[in-house]
């Protein structure tokens, strides 16, 4: 695709006088445009359409009834392409106590059951949504599940996971038979890429893929690839404690987040899965 002048005087904002590439992960074509009165961020989805980024918009929507995020400013499709755009956010330097209270703030929406009102399948992994009243339903068959019978598809699973897998599972269903878990809003990508803080200080929470579910699998997120200090979870617990026991937990979740990195990015990912399935 060409964002070229005849595919912006298209966009539902005032011409565009300025358009810079900027980096914005590897998923989208991410710029910087400026027209005469405003500052704009878009993110385009080439031949994705107006559907992929519906989802974010949403997210973003409920994630902004409890925490600081980026205004929608308008979404849509051009010829095939989906596009996203948003207001200019300039960058500083915050507190990591703040950003665990805003986070612990969004955990403390809640709702009846898990899941969401629909799914998220314009994506390069599917996230299947439907709402379940138990926890151990969603997250093993419409989180993990699915994951694993991708990477058998993709080559990359033997009977070695397989065994510990099915390990894993049974000690999660047992011990959820006895705890209860209300379910939360989740960000649902809580790694370090996707927190910022604005030039005044203020954290803000961005590229959210939400669903209702439990709060530690945002938190085991946050432990997989660093970039969260003390100061992140005193400022959360000072909100919303955790529950007692947390380390023994978050292994059942961390291997959500490196199953899907194992799906997008290959076998670099195998050491870390089976460091966390070899203790089933």
């Known amino acids: 695709m060409a964002v070229d002048q005849k595919w912006l005087a298209q966009l539902p904002i005032e011409k565009v006088e300025e358009i810079q590439p900027v980096s914005g992960g590897d998923i989208n074509d991410s710029y910087s445009l400026r027209t005469t009165n405003n500052h704009y961020f878009m993110k385009v989805q080439p031949n994705r359409g107006k559907v992929f980024f519906d989802h974010e918009v949403e997210g973003l929507h409920l994630l902004g009834q409890a925490a600081n995020t980026p205004q ?28 665990g209270k805003m986070v612990a703030n969004v955990h403390q929406q809640h709702t009846p059951k898990f899941g969401l009102d629909h799914d998220f399948t314009a994506g390069k992994l599917p996230k299947i949504n439907t709402w379940q009243t138990d926890w151990r339903v969603f997250y093993i068959n419409q989180r993990l599940k699915p994951l694993v019978k991708l990477a ?106 490196l199953l899907a990195h194992l799906n997008l990015f290959g076998e670099t990912y195998g050491p870390m899965v089976d460091q966390i399935l070899t203790q089933y």
């Open 72 to 99: 929608v400013i308008a979404s849509g499709e051009i010829n095939g392409d989906g596009y996203l755009i948003q207001n200019w956010v300039d960058v500083g330097q915050g507190s990591q106590y703040e950003l």
């Open 152 to 257: 058998a598809q993709n080559g990359r699973w033997n009977d070695w996971r397989e065994k510990h897998f099915q390990a894993l599972c049974e000690q999660f269903n047992q011990y959820y038979a006895d705890h209860s878990v209300q379910p939360s809003l989740l960000h649902g990508d809580l790694w370090a890429g996707n927190f910022m803080f604005e030039a005044s200080g203020k954290p803000m929470l961005i590229d959210p893929d939400v669903f209702y579910g439990d709060r530690e699998l945002d938190i085991a997120m946050t432990t997989v690839f660093g970039g969260f200090y003390k100061d992140f979870y005193d400022g959360y617990n000072a909100v919303y404690p955790l529950k007692p026991g947390l380390d023994q937990r978050l292994p059942w979740y961390q291997l959500n987040y």
